[in-house]
T-cell receptor, first 118, second 113 residues
């Protein structure tokens, strides 16, 4: 399977603990996105990378959240001192290299990591 | 800012019924519009897209037309199947450098045999 993969698929943690999620994009994709989806809502953009550079972060990404893509391949999303409000599905997506400022390349989504904070 | 509003679900239909899921958007300029589908236990998949006014996106019998005058992108299918049961998300992006997606809240479709 050469799609976007995410690990773990489910994570249950206690409030105050740190958690880290991993996303492996489709290998030739240079863009990688993180979204968060709460129950009954649509996904909300968190941040994105082009290669290893983190180019934009949403206001939703508080100081407790940090994302990295050190070698321009896989990415990690860490949440420190988790709160119950962090419970959500965390989605990763990747896309082909951008061919120009006004081009759009389809984002391919992974299955998500469901986080439950007790 | 950008926003997408879609009809709340669940929408329950019998097999072979006609489907419409309404979607309207708020955005400056000329966004690109999308419908994504999430089947049970699976990740989001792009269903169809339209990148400029009056374009019609189509796939798997589903269609949606980009209507700039009404800022709408309603999803339609003439005859739904049980296998179409899923959650459908309307979304937009501005074709800017980041191409981040702004999603609506999703509409759950349940098709009964």
């Amino acid at each position: 399977d050469t799609g976007v993969s995410q690990d773990p698929r489910h994570k249950i943690t206690k409030r105050g603990q740190n958690v880290t999620f991993r996303c492996d994009p489709i290998s030739e994709h240079n863009r990688l996105y993180w979204y968060r989806q709460t129950l009954g809502q649509g996904p909300e953009f968190l941040t994105y990378f082009q290669n290893e550079a983190q180019l934009e972060k949403s206001r939703l990404l508080s100081d407790r959240f940090s994302a990295e893509r050190p070698k321009g391949s896989f990415s990690t999303l860490e949440i420190q001192r988790t709160e119950q409000g962090d419970s959500a599905m965390y989605l990763c997506a990747s896309s082909y290299p951008a061919s120009g400022r006004n081009s759009y390349n389809e984002q391919f989504f992974g299955p998500g990591t469901r986080l439950t904070v007790l | 800012g950008n926003s997408v509003t879609q009809m709340e679900g669940p929408v329950t239909l019998s097999e072979e019924a006609f489907l419409t899921i309404n979607c309207t958007y708020t955005a400056t300029g000329y966004p690109s519009l999308f419908w994504y589908v999430q089947y049970p236990g699976e990740g989001l998949q792009l269903l169809l897209k339209a990148t400029k006014a009056d374009d019609k996106g189509s796939n798997k019998g589903f269609e949606a037309t980009y209507r700039k005058e009404t800022t709408s992108f309603h999803l339609e299918k003439g005859s739904v199947q049980v296998s179409d049961s899923a959650v459908y998300f309307c979304a937009l992006t501005h074709n800017n450098a980041g191409n981040m997606l702004t999603f609506g809240g999703g509409t759950r479709l349940m098709v009964k045999p």
